[in-house]
T-cell receptor, first 112, second 113 residues
């Protein structure tokens, strides 16, 4: 198993550009989520999904969209990037009845 | 919603010493409290967790204690080693399938040889 795979690893955007961060898992996990990590602020939940077709907001959802068309994939979309979205983004998944979160390797995003 | 506070933000110890990291939570309905370790440039990984029906849990050199009345829980690392150097995050969530896991702000632990 590859586990949780995130692409790209690094990305630089200009303010106003759009992009999609990709996340895929091959462990048949129903639950998937996106976190952003900022210095001194820990990991903050952006959006999460408990299964295909079901998504919900976390603590900091503004400026981000998600969809879940398959069990394996959970992309995160930035429609109009802002400097405040400069961060490291982690995708994480787990079984519905499980507790342990499996994290991807992260995407370092810079918005200029 | 839940709010998790974590202290200290940085902790420096000598190899062989013990290290303690403390977290407080605000939501009395939270019942699951994991700890994640993140080495430099790596992804967070679960190292130990505890549910609210247990007061203490140990796994070799690490242990977690929970005080539900005071709404705080702590991570204890004994006989620290240089490879314990990392950022440690506590977290808390309610029982509803642990959908919204709220993390603390992290503690950077440095273990000097």
């Amino acid at each position: 198993n590859a586990g949780v795979t995130q692409t790209p690893k690094f990305q630089v955007l200009k303010t106003g550009q759009s992009m999609t961060l990709q996340c895929a898992q091959d462990m048949n996990h129903e639950y998937m989520s996106w976190y952003r990590q900022d210095p001194g602020m820990g990991l903050r939940l952006i959006h999460y999904s408990v299964g295909a077709g079901i998504t919900d907001q976390g603590e900091v959802p503004n400026g981000y969209n998600v969809s879940r068309s398959t069990t394996e994939d959970f992309p995160l979309r930035l429609l109009s990037a802002a400097p405040s979205q400069t961060s490291v983004y982690f995708c994480a998944s787990r079984l519905t009845q499980g507790e342990k979160l499996f994290f991807g390797s992260g995407t370092q995003l810079s918005v200029l | 919603g839940e709010n998790v506070e974590q202290h200290p933000s940085t902790l420096s110890v000598q190899e062989g010493d013990s290290a303690v990291i403390k977290c407080t939570y605000s939501d009395s309905a939270s019942n699951y409290f994991p700890w994640y370790k993140q080495e430099l440039g790596k992804r967070p990984q679960l190292i130990i967790d505890i549910r609210s029906n247990v007061g203490e849990k140990k796994d070799q050199r690490i242990a977690v204690t929970l005080n539900k009345t005071a709404k705080h829980f702590s991570l204890h690392i004994t006989e620290t080693q240089p490879e314990d150097s990392a950022v440690y995050f506590c977290a808390a969530s309610r029982p509803i399938s642990f959908q919204k896991l709220v993390f603390g702000t992290g503690t950077r632990l440095l273990v000097s040889p």
